[in-house]
């Protein structure tokens, strides 16, 4: 049972992040930098600390007396997912949601799914599983297994991104990705993917958080909810900083109040956005705390993203005009994602 809410708890996480991009596409006549930042503020500083108010009733408590290395490592790795983080939205900008969001999840997961338990491997800690232990049991192999073809599955995605930048005419690009820029989205998107598997590292630094939170009678389901506070700061303060810059740069400061703009709406949907994109994290800490390991969760979860990212790059026409052999090989990509979702499952089953 605790697989299946698992799987389920990070399908909703994947939903959340693979659609959370949408209502900024509602957002009218502000710059990126503008509408990115207020929906930051959202995910970052306001949605982490309520949901672990509502969840986790003395988290603040929990923070305040945690040794400053944990919470300086924790903020280090939000940091530095914060710039991922910041790249990825624009990887999303330039190379849409199918091909952009293949790419950044690609190299997000392999760093996020198999660097934590190399760490393991050279600092041992109880509870945590190392390399050595994953290799040399037969879940662990199934899991890794699972890890393989989630890549392969992603690589078969890229590659039918690529075929469309062959077959799509200038015009439908404009029109389905309004600024697609296949150089600029590959070096950002790749940027993105390797950065953003810090988040899975923050995670775990953060840990000793989420332990006290579950050593003081708090429902486990929701430990990881105190770790995200701190972690998001990091996230903020960078996006914060860039964002600002770019405000400065572009002369977008006047985006926030200028009311030739729909200001209400706009200030609606980047906050909804925003929300969403927590969302993804919160159902992502539910799922962990059922599958109990960090590896499988993390393939899980993007494999999830990719899914929910490519379903909405067939609804916003993403792949119109192209051929069925490119058609034929997105749908490779999805079903093999799929399946890899099925054979990390079946390991923590076996578990």
Request: glycine share 12%; with cysteine; net charge positive.
């Amino acid at each position: 049972m605790n697989i299946l809410s698992g799987l389920l708890f990070h399908l909703l996480g994947g939903f959340a992040s693979g659609s959370f991009y949408m209502p900024f596409k509602k957002v009218q006549a502000w710059a990126w930098e503008s509408y990115w930042i207020v929906g930051g503020l959202f995910s970052w500083l306001i949605v982490p600390p309520v949901a672990a108010w509502l969840t986790l009733p003395g988290f603040s408590e929990i923070i305040r007396t945690t040794p400053t290395g944990i919470i300086f490592y924790t903020l280090l790795f939000g940091v530095l997912w914060g710039i991922g983080g910041l790249t990825y939205g624009l990887g999303v900008r330039y190379l849409g949601m199918s091909l952009g969001n293949s790419i950044v999840l690609g190299f997000c997961s392999a760093f996020g799914a198999i660097v934590p338990s190399v760490y393991y491997q050279l600092v041992p800690t109880a509870g945590k599983t190392s390399v050595s232990e994953m290799v040399s049991s037969t879940w662990g192999m199934v899991v890794l297994a699972g890890v393989a073809i989630c890549l392969l599955g992603i690589y078969i995605c890229g590659r039918a991104g690529m075929l469309k930048e062959k077959e799509v005419s200038a015009e439908t690009k404009q029109k389905s990705v309004a600024e697609f820029n296949l150089t600029k989205g590959l070096v950002v998107a790749i940027t993105s993917g390797i950065l953003s598997s810090c988040f899975n590292f923050g995670i775990e630094a953060g840990k000793p958080m989420a332990e006290k939170a579950v050593e003081l009678g708090l429902n486990p389901l929701y430990q990881n909810n105190v770790t995200y506070v701190v972690l998001l700061w990091g996230g903020l303060s960078t996006n914060l900083i860039w964002s600002l810059l770019l405000n400065f740069r572009n002369k977008t400061f006047g985006d926030y109040t200028n009311r030739k703009t729909p200001l209400l709406k706009n200030y609606f949907f980047s906050a909804l956005a925003g929300t969403t994109w927590f969302l993804q994290f919160f159902f992502y800490g539910m799922g962990e705390s059922k599958l109990g390991n960090g590896a499988s969760s993390w393939i899980l979860h993007m494999a999830f993203i990719i899914l929910i990212a490519n379903l909405w790059g067939i609804v916003l026409n993403e792949w119109r005009e192209v051929s069925r052999k490119t058609k034929t090989t997105i749908i490779m990509g999805i079903a093999t994602i799929i399946v890899s979702v099925l054979v990390v499952g079946y390991g923590n089953a076996i578990k």
